[in-house]
C-alpha cells in the first residue's frame, strides 16, 4: 500500500465552509458537504496542505495557520461555526504518524512499475457528467473522472494508458441537483433504487434514478475514447 505524500488534505475549515456555502446557494448543487470543493479551491491556489506535511507539527501549523484565519473571516461573515488550528492539529498529527509508513512519491513508483511491465489497474470514481471541465457544470465534482485525470492525478504519460473500460448501470442515477432528462418519479423511482441499493456511498441520501440516457453514454464513450463497455 502507497500513499501519495502530494495527496491534498481535508481540513475541517474546508467541510464547515462546505456547509456555509451550500446553504447560502438559491439553487443547490447538492454537494456531500464533505468539504471536497474548498479543498480543490486550495489546491488550485496554490496554499494546499499536503499529507507529507503531517510529519512535521510546525510544517502543518504554519501552512494551516493563515488557511484558518482566512477562511474563519468567510465562516464568520455567513454566520458560520468558526473553527481553530489548535482543536484539531493533535488529531491531525497523529494521523500522520500511522501514514507516514505508507506515504511515498507514487509518481515514481507507478512510472517504475509501469516500465518494468507490470499490469496497472486504475478505477476512477463518479462519472462523465460529474467531470469539472465536461460534465454538466456548476452541477459537478471539482476534479476529472474522465481519462484525463488518470494521467493528471498519477504523474504517468499518455501513452501509458491501454485498455479503456467503460463501466455503466442498465438505468441511469445521480445525487444531489442538476439536471436528468430520462429521470423517473414516484413507483417507478422507488422500485428502482430499492432493488438497486440506490443511496450514496458517502451520505446515504437516495439517488435520483431514470431510464438509460442513451444521448449521455455516447458522450461519455466519446470522451473517454472508450474500448470496451460492461
Known sequence: LELSQFAPLILPEHQHLD???????YIK?????????PAYEDL????AVFVQDL???????????PLNVYYNKLIR????????????????????KLLRR????????LNRYYKEGKRILFEGAQGVLLDINFGTYPFVTSSNPTIGGLCTGTGLPHKAV??????????TTRVGGGPFPSELYEKE?????EKGAEYGATTGRPRRVGWLDLVALKYAIMINGIDEIF
Open 55 to 65: 510529519f512535521d507539527r510546525d510544517t502543518f501549523y504554519k501552512k494551516t495557520k
Open 29 to 37: 448543487i447538492g454537494t456531500t458537504k464533505r468539504g471536497i470543493g
Open 19 to 25: 456547509i456555509v456555502f451550500e446553504n447560502s446557494r
Open 77 to 96: 461573515a455567513s454566520e458560520g461555526e468558526e473553527v481553530t488550528v489548535d482543536s484539531y492539529i493533535d488529531d491531525y498529527i497523529e494521523a500522520g
Open 44 to 47: 488550485t491556489g496554490r496554499r
Open 102 to 109: 505508507f506515504s511515498k512519491n507514487t509518481i515514481y513508483s
Open 189 to 193: 423511482a422507488n422500485f428502482l433504487r
Open 162 to 171: 491501454g485498455k479503456i473500460i467503460g463501466i455503466s448501470k442498465a438505468y
